[in-house]
């Protein structure tokens, strides 16, 4: 049983068109992280969402984390080509120091 | 700034055979960590260390040992390895619980 769910697991959309990724869990997390990882890479980190209901921005993609902060989503607008690729989200465990409990992935393919 | 490196980036064993995979990072960060990434599994720890000479397990720690002897090594050892640990292995080392990863380590036991 994964503690943080994502949704979908596989989505493919054309160039433009807007999308939302989900990360759900039956627990709280202090904070929560999504990553983003190319074929061949590591995961790179694009955002941590801290507070309850906190939104950020990063030009096209935007963070939400749940009031409850049991949950948090990724939108994309306008989605690019470039936005191609697995798209994860992460935890911190409560009383885990630094130890991540991580999402099985969204992989999003872009299509021009 | 070469932020953290692992070698080999891919490797074939046979089963039963040992190996190492090396992790090193230049952050100075006190925490590291091991995860194996799977099809549809996002990534499990494997390992993690909060300094140099302390390590614990993690969710998915038989057949791997690690040890942590500087702040910047971690090596992952694979005893005897068994074909269910094919997988991509990724080194981590983190900084308020944000994780700067390897590039990964991509392991086949035949």
């Known amino acids: 049983t994964q503690l943080l769910e994502q949704s979908p697991q596989f989505l493919s959309i054309q160039e433009g068109e807007n999308l939302t990724v989900y990360c759900n869990s039956s627990?709280?997390?202090?904070?929560l992280q999504w990553y983003r990882q190319e074929p061949g890479e590591g995961p790179v980190l694009l955002v941590t969402?801290?507070?309850?209901?906190e939104v950020k921005k990063l030009k096209r993609l935007t963070f939400q984390f749940g009031d409850a902060r049991k949950d948090s989503s990724l939108h994309i607008t306008a989605a690019q080509p470039g936005d191609t690729g697995l798209y994860l989200c992460a935890g911190p465990l409560l009383g885990g120091a630094q130890k991540l409990v991580f999402g099985q992935g969204t992989r999003l393919t872009i299509n021009p | 700034n070469a932020g953290v490196t692992q070698t080999p980036k891919f490797q074939v064993l046979k089963t039963g055979q040992s190996m190492t995979l090396q992790c090193a990072q230049d952050m100075n960060h006190e925490y590291m960590s091991w995860y194996r990434q799977d099809p549809g599994m996002g990534l499990r720890l494997i390992h993690y260390?909060?300094?140099?000479?302390?390590?614990d397990q993690g969710e998915v720690p038989n057949g791997y040992n690690v040890s942590r002897s500087t702040t910047e090594d971690f090596p992952l050892r694979l005893l005897s390895a068994a074909p269910s640990q094919t997988s991509v292995y990724f080194c981590?080392?983190?900084?308020?619980?944000?994780?700067?990863f390897g590039q990964g380590t991509r392991l086949t036991v035949v």
């Open positions: 260390s909060v300094g140099a000479g302390i390590t």
């Open positions: 981590a080392s983190s900084h308020n619980t944000e994780a700067f």
């Open positions: 627990s709280v997390f202090s904070s």
């Open positions: 969402v801290v507070t309850g209901g």
